[in-house]
């Protein structure tokens, strides 16, 4: 591929990729064209990616906010060329805040294929900008071949007062198809307080206790606490004497949820089923193979622990454990081949 310029000479292009101006802020689709010495910014893109105006005269040019009327960046011509010249911070505050500013369906795919009223929410709440109206129902075939259901919570809303008193602990497995990592099982680790998930993908079952160990060491660490209390069904997994020996050490209390009352597990239930939803809509969206559910389950998990919910009273749980809201800004569609 080549650029051509008015005088039809013609440079190669080698790299199409992101570029960053800053740590917060990154031009998309940017051409490296090595033999060119300047660097170009497309009055097209700009325009069309950003909230802003260019006002071009004889001998200047004003790059402004279209709602304010504010002068983000100046110009001068030079030789029939116009130059950036004035320092371009302001500029950088439109762009990086522009990468939050998308449609409706676009922040729809970017958040796992979430229901639309946690759209309508992060954008009350000014964490997204929609740049369209709600589209129709039943628009996305991805969330209509995942069958995510999208139904509403129905869990009460009392939880532990502080981050690790209460643990929920579930394993799956084994997955139809190995991840390209030989990966069949996973587990997730929710906490009560925060409503946080940790997922770790596991080749064999027996792999637990040292994944246990892991998120032992990485939470107490991280949160400078320990787990109280730890929650699971009966599973060989958990009834075994290495993991009952790791409680004991750790002074961690087992609760066993009863074998025939499955709501006992139902906040690790939800979640599975919300992350699996989520995970399989990301699948079929980007037509990705079956062996590559590990990244889009791991996605998936990231993704719902930055979505507020009403059981956090519209707080995401990355919010709630952190202490301050998540950045929207680096979601990228990102399952490859
Ligand atoms: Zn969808």
């Given at each position: 591929m080549c650029v051509t310029f008015g005088s039809g000479q013609s440079l190669p292009i080698t790299h199409i990729g992101n570029t960053s101006l800053n740590n917060s802020t990154t031009l998309q689709n940017v051409l490296v064209v090595p033999n060119l010495t300047k660097n170009l910014l497309s009055i097209n893109r700009l325009t069309n990616d950003s909230n802003v105006d260019v006002l071009f005269s004889n001998n200047y040019f004003n790059v402004q906010d279209r709602k304010t009327g504010e002068i983000l960046a100046?110009?001068?011509?030079?030789?029939?060329?116009?130059?950036?010249?004035?320092?371009?911070?302001?500029?950088?505050?439109?762009?990086?805040?522009s990468h939050l500013r998308a449609p409706f369906n676009k922040w729809h795919s970017l958040l796992g294929h979430v229901a639309f009223d946690t759209i309508t929410t992060l954008n009350k709440l000014g964490h997204v900008f929609l740049t369209s109206l709600l589209p129709k129902p039943g628009l996305c075939n991805s969330c209509e071949l995942s069958k995510a259901k999208h139904l509403p919570f129905v869990e009460n809303n009392k939880h532990a007062q502080q981050v690790l008193d209460l643990?929920?602990?579930?394993?799956?497995?084994?997955?139809?198809?190995?991840?390209?990592?030989?990966?069949?099982y996973y587990v997730i680790f929710v906490d009560d307080y925060s409503r946080?998930?940790?997922?770790?993908?596991?080749?064999?079952?027996?792999?637990?206790?040292?994944?246990?160990?892991?998120?032992?060491?990485?939470?107490?660490n991280q949160f400078s606490t320990s787990v109280k209390v730890f929650q699971s069904d009966g599973g060989t997994e958990f009834?075994?004497?290495?993991?009952?020996?790791?409680?004991?050490?750790?002074?961690?209390?087992?609760?066993?949820s009863c074998p025939h009352t499955p709501e006992q597990n139902g906040r690790v239930e939800r979640k599975h089923r919300h992350i699996t939803e989520t995970g399989l809509a990301i699948m079929f969206n980007a037509h990705a193979p079956?062996?590559?559910?590990?990244d889009a389950f791991t996605s998936a998990t990231y993704i719902i622990n930055r979505l507020p919910t009403k059981i956090l009273e519209n707080k995401s749980p990355f919010e709630i454990l952190f202490k301050q809201p998540p950045s929207y800004s680096n979601l990228r569609i990102s399952i490859s081949l």
């Open positions: 100046r110009g001068i011509c030079e030789n029939g060329f116009y130059v950036l010249t004035q320092s371009h911070k302001s500029l950088v505050v439109v762009l990086s805040a643990i929920h602990c579930d394993l799956w497995g084994p997955a139809p198809i190995a991840s390209t990592d030989g990966y069949l946080f998930t940790w997922f770790y993908p596991l080749k064999a079952k027996s792999d637990f206790y040292h994944i246990l160990i892991i998120f032992f060491n990485f939470v107490q009834i075994n004497h290495r993991v009952q020996n790791c409680f004991q050490e750790h002074g961690i209390h087992h609760r066993l079956s062996k590559l559910w590990v």
